[in-house]
């Protein structure tokens, strides 16, 4: 484990369904992120959350809700989810250290939309 | 729009040799880089990160930065089998804050025993 724990580790939903991603951190970091991994793409951020504030939305579709209730939590809520959604999806966390920010990943939540 | 270019390979490299990995980026205000590894099936970890114009060496890897060029690479001395795996190249304008890490698509290594 590398301090930040996402649980589940395999998810399986279909499209109307409505479910929920948790990551939790144990290493005091005050960032907080959601990446989604799909095949042949690059990993792309779909949300931040610094000191539980979120500061950015990367024109993420509405069917993905993030919630930060503190510091050292962080939630992905799906609902009428495609397809194409079907990804990886991976937290992170971050803290500043002399200037520089150090991520840490998850271990990710593997997901099938059927 | 930020851009990490990486060739996505497969670069094939003898055990014992030098691996070689690039990366370029298009966002001149892009501050800190970062190497990460990731095995099939895992989530990328750290390798190396570097911010300053030159070499880093740690280990078996060395880290060199021109943000002139705007390129970035990763050297990984006697290559072992346990380095397979795809090495992501990511970057941060962190003068802005936690604003996330930019990726390329990775290059897949594969180093023949």
């Known amino acids: 484990e590398t301090g930040v724990t996402q649980t589940p580790r395999h998810l399986v939903m279909g499209m109307t369904n409505k479910k929920s991603l948790k990551c939790e951190q144990h290493l005091g970091h005050n960032a907080m992120y959601w990446y989604k991994q799909s095949a042949k793409k690059p990993l792309e951020l779909m949300f931040v959350?610094?000191?539980?504030?979120?500061?950015e939305n990367n024109s993420v579709p509405s069917r993905f809700s993030p919630e930060c209730p503190n510091s050292s939590h962080l939630f992905l809520h799906l609902h009428t989810l495609q397809p194409e959604d079907s990804a990886l999806y991976l937290c992170a966390s971050s803290q500043e250290v002399q200037g520089i920010y150090g991520y840490t990943f998850g271990s990710g939540t593997r997901l099938t939309v059927v | 729009q930020k851009e990490v270019e990486q060739n996505s390979g497969p670069l094939s490299v003898p055990e014992g040799a030098i691996a070689s990995l690039n990366c370029t980026y298009s966002?001149?205000?892009?501050?800190?880089f970062f190497w990460y590894r990731q095995y099939s099936g895992k989530s990328p970890e750290l390798i190396m990160f570097?911010?300053?114009?030159g070499d880093k060496e740690d280990g078996r890897f060395t880290a060199q930065l021109n943000k002139a060029s705007q390129y970035v690479s990763l050297l990984i001395r006697d290559s072992q089998p346990s380095d397979s795996a795809t090495y992501l190249c990511a970057v941060n304008t962190a003068g802005g804050g936690a604003d996330g890490l930019t990726f390329g698509k990775g290059t897949h290594l594969i180093i023949q025993p």
């Open positions: 959350y610094s000191l539980e504030e979120r500061v």
């Open positions: 966002d001149r205000g892009s501050q800190s």
């Open positions: 570097i911010y300053s114009n």
